[in-house]
């Protein structure tokens, strides 16, 4: 298809956003909504703040926003082609966007060459492009508060849209918890030993530094269950959604050792579920004392339950070589979203193993497509 280069950025990307934009007048559909403030290290959607490394800021008058941050709170897919230093968003109601570093041509899904404002630009290893433009490209709303200097983001979506989210922790925990359940409520703090933190992954000198979610503890009643559990908001009320987690968990543990009653890694199991209800450590009174226990339903040990589903253990895959290593994860569901059109994530371990786990957990992608 023969390319066209557009006269004027903001007129074409009007024109664009128009002619991508499906018949609505029938479609039920449902909001997302990112907002940033220029100089600020934070950004929000929904009731939830996140930090950011670097400031949004203005240039020649025009908002530049961090691209991921903001085509991935919209639910819009993000791929980065380090070859050509190009990134692609798809999302349904635009299809594809590419854009290039140093550029200030973006190309739509018809193969035109839409002109913009400013170039894209690189600002410490993160990609800022100018907000008004590649929002109204993405068939978003942009507002502007001049007295606040803050920039709000917005995109209606189509009931069959899937939403696709992405938590590295490489800045903050991004709205994740830890808890802890299956233990007395008067537990001993020092011989239990637990930790919930974010903090930097030990991983050999030659990795590139990360930093996970650590969920560590000593199981001294013979059954310890940890857990990370986050809300995600934005989805269509009381409606059931098919629901993809993938999740990478570091591990120090080798098969085949000896542990104290059992072994340490094939006796504590991982266990995912996708439910809507928020997961939490309620006091239960049993017999005459009282434990920590779920509100959910998720098995013991080695069995599953209603609302979680072992889906492994937590051996590492090379025994040969000290230190953590990456174990990769996935698990789906389909659940029914709750009256504020919102599902609750839930990864943990259950453990046999009566001594100390330690486990960190990052890069945890999640995909909701309407049923």
């Given at each position: 298809m023969k390319k066209k280069l557009a006269l004027s950025g903001l007129i074409t990307a009007t024109a664009a956003s128009l002619m991508f934009n499906p018949t609505s007048s029938a479609a039920e559909s449902t909001q997302q909504s990112v907002q940033f403030q220029m100089d600020q290290l934070s950004y929000s959607v929904e009731s939830?703040?996140?930090?950011?490394?670097?400031?949004?800021?203005?240039?020649?008058?025009?908002?530049?926003?961090?691209?991921?941050?903001?085509?991935?709170?919209?639910g819009s897919q993000v791929t980065w082609n380090q070859t050509d230093q190009s990134i692609t968003l798809s999302g349904r109601s635009f299809r594809d966007?590419?854009?290039?570093?140093?550029?200030?041509?973006?190309?739509?899904?018809?193969?035109?060459?839409?002109?913009?404002?400013?170039?894209?630009?690189?600002?410490?290893?993160?990609?800022?492009?100018?907000?008004?433009?590649?929002?109204?490209?993405?068939?978003?709303?942009?507002?502007?508060?001049?007295?606040?200097?803050?920039?709000?983001?917005?995109?209606?979506?189509?009931?069959?849209?899937?939403?696709?989210?992405n938590y590295d922790f490489n800045k903050d925990e991004q709205g994740w918890k830890g808890g802890f359940s299956e233990l007395p409520v008067d537990y001993n703090p020092d011989t239990y030993e637990l930790k919930h933190t974010r903090e930097l992954i030990p991983l050999p000198e030659q990795q590139e530094p990360k930093y996970g979610l650590k969920l560590s503890g000593i199981n001294q009643n013979g059954d310890l269950f940890m857990f990370l559990s986050r809300g995600v908001g934005g989805l269509k009320p009381n409606t059931d959604y098919d629901v993809k987690?993938?999740?990478?968990?570091?591990?120090?543990?080798?098969?085949g050792s000896d542990g104290v009653?059992?072994?340490?890694?094939?006796?504590?199991?991982?266990?995912?579920?996708?439910?809507?209800?928020?997961?939490?450590?309620?006091?239960?009174?049993?017999a005459e004392n009282l434990y920590y226990r779920m509100n959910l339903d998720i098995g013991y040990q080695s069995s599953n339950g209603e609302n979680a589903t072992v889906i492994g253990d937590i051996r590492k895959p090379d025994p040969g070589k000290e230190g953590f290593q990456r174990v990769d994860f996935d698990y789906s569901a389909t659940v029914t979203t709750d009256a504020q059109g919102k599902i609750y994530l839930l990864i943990g371990t259950h453990s046999g193993f009566e001594g100390l786990s330690t486990l960190y957990y990052s890069d945890i992608q999640v995909t909701a497509t309407p049923k």
């Open positions: 939830d703040k996140h930090l950011l490394e670097t400031a949004p800021f203005e240039l020649h008058s025009h908002s530049m926003v961090p691209l991921r941050e903001m085509a991935l709170s919209l966007i590419t854009l290039t570093i140093d550029s200030n041509i973006a190309v739509n899904a018809h193969g035109e060459q839409i002109q913009l404002p400013e170039h894209v630009r690189l600002v410490n290893g993160r990609v800022f492009v100018p907000a008004r433009s590649v929002a109204l490209l993405m068939n978003a709303k942009l507002v502007w508060e001049p007295g606040s200097r803050t920039v709000t983001v917005s995109q209606h979506l189509d009931s069959a849209d899937p939403i696709y989210i987690m993938n999740f990478a968990m570091y591990t120090d543990q080798k098969a009653g059992v072994a340490p890694a094939e006796s504590v199991f991982v266990k995912a579920g996708i439910v809507n209800k928020e997961p939490q450590a309620l006091t239960v009174k049993d």
